[in-house]
């Protein structure tokens, strides 16, 4: 049986690289650029698996970045099932300008997917021979791809029993909730547009989690409030970890870095606390790395010690 199966409909093939200032109008001299995998549910898998869990990746992909995707993740070792579209998967690149330690991100729109093609996705995941006991939907979505696609996974895979972690944002988590999750990872920003309201205090943006979990669409809430730390919300109550002091090397990654701790934590049987501290370890541990170098397993272990739960 497969512990975890994450599923990214918008990959990418991601190049970080750096300048010296970044001007307009101006060629700018750029670095020796990194190329890696990328997009929300790769991330995952790629945190899971340097953490030494047992994971697959599931994506759609097409030409020669789609191919560029598919080796850069053979080089790394993690397991995955591509699915073959017509569209050219979709480069993003970052800047890291080296006079002011400011990162530029540039995120381009992937490619149209046609009816059929997200469709075999769909039948992919449902027609697996074995059930994943974690099932994490994560990311964007392309062009032609409905909102409800999020919402038709879950469906498709309830009679599993499998665990759904959600990491979407817009129209695509409003729909994904409505079928209920297992757990999901909301920004404030996601929350305050998934509810149409400001939330600008705690009191509100903790009250907004906990009905979320009231009204049955999410057993867990993980709030990210960025620097600001995180809330974990459960029927049983909730509590918050504080950001970790760490030096920010890049932002890219921390997020889909903080889901990857988490479910690889869960896959292991421990519990949601245990869990929560490890996300909050390995989001922090990727803000060490440059581009999406992602997580290393030695710093998520140090940084685990330093996280404390009020």
């Known amino acids: 049986m497969i512990d975890i199966l994450t599923v990214t409909m918008n990959p990418a093939v991601d190049i970080a690289t750096s ?7 101006h060629k700018l001299r750029c670095g020796v650029p990194h190329r890696h995998p990328g997009g929300g549910g790769v991330n995952v ?7 030494g869990g047992d994971c697959v990746a599931l994506y759609p992909a097409g030409g020669a970045t789609g191919d560029l995707l598919r080796q850069l993740l ?10 073959g579209i017509a569209g050219e998967t979709r ?7 080296l006079t002011s330690a400011q990162e530029y991100r540039f995120v381009l729109p992937g490619p149209e997917l046609t009816s059929p093609e997200w469709q075999t996705c769909l039948d992919q995941v ?6 994943p006991r974690y099932l994490v939907a994560s990311g964007s979505l392309p062009p032609g791809v409905p909102d409800d696609f999020y919402a038709r996974l879950i469906r498709a895979t309830k009679p599993w029993g499998a665990r759904t972690v959600l990491d979407a944002s817009g129209p695509a988590l409003a729909a994904a909730l409505e079928e209920g999750v297992y757990l999901v990872k909301p920004s ?5 547009d998934l509810v149409g ?11 907004a989690a906990e009905r979320l979990v009231e009204h049955g669409k999410a057993q867990v809430v993980v709030l990210s409030l960025g620097e600001g730390g995180a809330w974990l919300v459960t029927a049983e109550g909730a509590c918050f970890a504080p950001s970790l002091p760490v030096k920010v090397v890049s932002t890219v990654g921390a997020g889909d870095s ?6 690889w934590t869960l896959a292991r049987g421990l519990g949601l606390k245990d869990a929560f501290r490890y996300g909050v370890a390995a989001g922090a541990a990727a803000l060490l790395s440059t581009g999406m170098g992602l997580v290393q397993a030695s710093d998520v272990a140090r940084l685990y010690g330093d996280v404390v739960l009020r």
Not at 126 to 131: I, Q
């Open 19 to 25: 300048t010296d200032k970044v001007l307009p109008t």
């Open 45 to 51: 898998a790629r945190v899971v698996h340097r953490l």
């Open 74 to 83: 053979d080089a790394e070792g993690v397991a995955s099932l591509c699915i």
């Open 91 to 97: 480069e993003s690149f970052s800047v890291n300008e």
């Open 126 to 131: 449902a027609g697996l021979a074995e059930a």
């Open 188 to 192: 404030l920003r996601e929350l305050r």
């Open 197 to 207: 309201q400001p939330l600008e205090t705690e009191l509100q943006w903790r009250g």
């Open 258 to 263: 903080f889901v990857g701790g988490m479910v």
